[in-house]
């Protein structure tokens, strides 16, 4: 099993100056396009054999019985992993040891707590033999009336809401700015649950060599996995190799270990044998996560000036019967828009379904497509431009906590995207404007933030003999560029060019990269990536300042530069000296150092920190059908230092779609009798295809942010969502007049809106 994965390869584009801002193509795109990137399930030891979940068809009660005998009976069939049968875990799955240890259902009991949850794992020779044997089983079950929506039961105050947030926070009187109000509104909003749906499902393939354990499987935070599994199966995480090389999409749900990922090891276990498992699309509806169902109830005052007098935003959310995740919905009301009164609130219903987890911008996602809509009736109703509406209420300091930030981007991204997309033409009545075809036209507009995170993490850098480099961390690229950001950022700390370094990354006995999830991973792997480069060309100074061959000998106090390859005295460039000359002088095959990324406690403690946008879209709607096509969207990001460009326009463009398909398109449908998903496939799931989606223009804001982590880098891999869905409901408002609060918008409320 290969330890390490080298994607290095030629840019496809000469360089002028800093690798870092240079629009180069993936380096692992060859891989990519010519079949060669091996992903989870395309791997194969000697002796594989394949693992089939079976899963149950209510959403609540006992499995009563199982005809194991018939599956075993099936030509092929190795072995039944049931409750009854099945290897013991070294800890409870139940068990909340950590904020990140939500519960796993790993055939503890017969019990059913949603639908499509594991009730056996069929192990055969092949594929097609466990998928038969599953279907053999033929369980039969004691049903359970399953509670489904948000008044399934009582709601309750959680403890907390995402990961360790208040679910409650205020800050001035919000009755009080209510009543000194002029203009209010009181308004609700719904959002549907919603559920990953990355190219590559949830795959394991595991095998065991005594307490040894070997797996390829999709993950966002490898470090964070082997800490799950030793504890689940009482081995030390060293003894748990992961790669991770490639990930096809994951969007949070491949954040934290599945339980369908751990069925996969304990089967391993149970036969003794390599085995591979990979969920059907249909069984990603359940047990990996999702996007919770809200309820959300947005009360806003303004005064006879249009300034905001208080803002209240509650949110009900629904959570599993057995876990405790909360969306934090209502958080997204924190940072935006300043008032003298704000509170945000939480409460929370238990269904019978799958735990929510982190989906793409978890809180800021939901949240902001009610406050933006909010906020543009509120501009309405004050008669004022909503673009002049947030300019003269955007926040330049964080109204809760009072700390500032960098708001003044937001300004520049209001400008800027407004002027591109030709705002200032836009009536303020809705229903003023028609195409040469007679579709009813409409403007719309969203505030865009979301939080500039940063995590923990290792790399390790070398300067080899021969004067290249190398950057070792075990970072994770789920598609959207990171190695190519990354690798970047390890040639310009090791101040060599691209095609001179080796780049290693994406498995487990490399230096931890932290989690890829909260837009932070550039930040947090390449603050230790810049460390660890920075350490080594220390070393490799030393070598040379106390060596008196060398031209730098005695440069010490006055101190060295690294560019090209070379050290340079700073007091006099004309004495330099190569990293190979030094390293050959000294008799050293190389030097190596380590370095770490994490955020500054001090500046997180006087800064509120954050990425900034403004999304402006255009809708069509047909006055007689009632169908909606978004026709063009210009979105502007202040999203600090942006390491790849390219990469980054990727980013945005991929966030500014799932705005609209948050608008237009996506909703999981429940069964209200039966608590199972009606439409788990990607037929009746809608997601926006290219037939869908629109021109789109994105412009990114210059942004030098001195105080979010030392190269000033923010994330962009959610913040495209938090406008954009806003501004497709806005736009649909303004073309028909149609205030619709549940989302999706459905053609069926615009119809009886227009008649």
């Known amino acids: 099993m290969t330890a390490e994965l080298?994607?290095?390869s030629a840019p496809a584009h000469l360089r002028h100056g800093s690798n870092i801002g240079q629009p180069l193509t993936r380096t692992d795109g060859t891989l990519k396009v010519t079949g060669k990137a091996r992903y989870a399930a395309d791997n194969h030891p000697p002796g594989m054999v394949y693992a089939v979940i079976a899963t149950n068809c209510i959403a609540r009660g006992r499995v009563t019985a199982l005809d194991v005998a018939a599956a075993k009976r099936h030509p092929g069939v190795i072995d039944v992993m049931t409750p009854a049968h099945k290897p013991e875990l070294a800890e409870d799955p139940d068990a909340k040891g950590n904020p990140f240890a939500f519960r796993m259902e790993l055939l503890q009991s017969d019990e059913v707590r949603y639908a499509n949850q594991a009730i056996a794992v069929v192990i055969a020779e092949t594929l097609e033999a466990a998928t038969e044997g599953a279907a053999l089983l033929s369980p039969r079950y004691q049903v359970e009336i399953a509670r489904v929506g948000l008044d399934a039961g009582e709601a309750y105050a959680p403890p907390v809401v995402g990961i360790g947030n208040p679910a409650e926070v205020h800050h001035g009187d919000i009755d009080a700015g209510l009543a000194a109000a002029s203009k209010r509104i009181d308004a609700t909003y719904e959002?549907?649950?919603?559920?990953?749906?990355?190219?590559?499902?949830h795959a394991i393939v595991a095998s065991w060599d005594g307490d040894s354990l070997f797996l390829d499987t999709p993950s966002q935070g490898m470090a964070m996995a082997q800490m799950r599994i030793g504890g689940l199966f009482g081995i030390p995480p060293d003894k748990i190799h992961i790669r991770s090389p490639f990930l096809g999409g994951g969007f949070g749900s491949k954040g934290l270990m599945a339980g369908p990922q751990v069925l996969g090891i304990m089967a391993a276990k149970l036969v003794g044998k390599p085995v591979k498992l990979v969920l059907r699309r249909e069984q990603m509806y359940g047990p990996v996560g999702h996007r919770p169902q809200t309820r959300q109830r947005i009360r806003i005052g303004t005064g006879d000036d249009g300034l905001l007098t208080a803002l209240d935003h509650e949110a009900r959310v629904t959570t599993s019967s057995f876990d405790d995740f909360y969306e934090p919905a209502a958080d997204a009301s924190h940072t935006l828009?300043?008032?003298?009164?704000?509170?945000?609130?939480h409460d929370a219903v238990r269904v019978n379904t799958g735990t929510p987890l982190f989906m793409r911008a978890p809180g800021e996602a939901t949240g902001s497509i009610a406050l933006e809509s909010a906020i543009d009736e509120m501009a309405w109703a004050c008669g004022m431009d909503p673009l002049a509406f947030r300019l003269k209420n955007y926040a330049e300091i964080e109204p809760i906590t009072g700390k500032p930030f960098s708001s003044k981007a937001l300004r520049q991204c209001y400008a800027k995207a407004a002027e591109r997309f030709g705002w200032a033409g836009r009536p303020l009545q809705p229903r003023q404007m028609r195409d040469d075809a007679g579709l009813l036209v409409g403007w719309g507009m969203g505030t865009a933030t979301f939080p500039a995170l940063m995590f923990q993490a290792e790399a390790r850098a070398a300067i080899r003999r021969d004067g290249s480099g190398v950057m070792e961390i075990g970072a994770h690229d789920m598609g959207q560029g990171a190695w190519t950001a990354l690798a970047q950022i390890a040639a310009d700390a090791l101040a060599l060019d691209l095609e001179q370094i080796s780049f290693l990354s994406g498995t487990s006995d490399l230096p931890d990269a932290g989690i890829a999830g909260g837009s932070a991973h550039t930040a947090t792997a390449g603050a230790a990536i810049h460390s660890a480069g920075a350490a080594v060309i220390a070393r490799l100074a030393d070598l040379a300042t106390n060596d008196e061959r060398s031209p730098l000998f005695g440069a010490g106090n006055a101190g060295v530069m690294a560019r090209a390859g070379r050290l340079y005295r700073r007091d006099d460039d004309t004495r330099s000296e190569g990293y190979a000359e030094i390293l050959a002088r000294a008799g050293v095959a190389e030097v190596e150092a380590t370095g770490t990324g994490a955020a500054d406690p001090a500046a997180q403690s006087q800064y509120a920190m954050h990425a900034h946008g403004a999304v402006f879209a255009e809708v069509k709607v047909d006055p007689d059908l009632g169908q909606i096509r978004?026709?063009?969207?210009?979105?502007?990001?202040?999203?600090?230092r942006i390491v790849n460009p390219r990469m980054v326009q990727s980013q945005l463009f991929g966030g500014m779609i799932w705005g609209m398909s948050f608008a237009l398109h996506e909703e999981a449908v429940m069964d209200k009798r039966s608590g199972r998903i009606l439409n788990a496939n990607l037929a009746e799931y809608h997601v926006p295809v290219n037939a869908d989606v629109p021109p789109l223009d994105v412009i990114t804001v210059e942004e030098h942010d001195p105080h979010?982590?030392?190269l000033g880098i923010k994330g962009?891999?959610?913040?495209?969502?938090?406008?954009?869905?806003?501004?497709?409901?806005?736009?649909?408002?303004?073309?028909?007049?149609?205030?619709?609060?549940n989302f999706p918008i459905k053609i069926e409320e615009v119809v009886m809106g227009l008649k």
């Open 6 to 8: 080298n994607l290095t």
């Open 191 to 201: 959002t549907p649950p919603q559920y990953h749906n990355a190219m590559e499902p």
């Open 337 to 345: 828009y300043a008032a003298p009164a704000i509170r945000t609130s």
């Open 630 to 640: 978004v026709t063009r969207m210009v979105g502007a990001f202040a999203a600090g």
């Open 708 to 710: 979010v982590n030392a």
């Open 716 to 741: 962009v891999g959610e913040i495209g969502i938090t406008g954009s869905a806003g501004a497709v409901a806005n736009a649909v408002w303004h073309a028909t007049g149609i205030r619709v609060r």
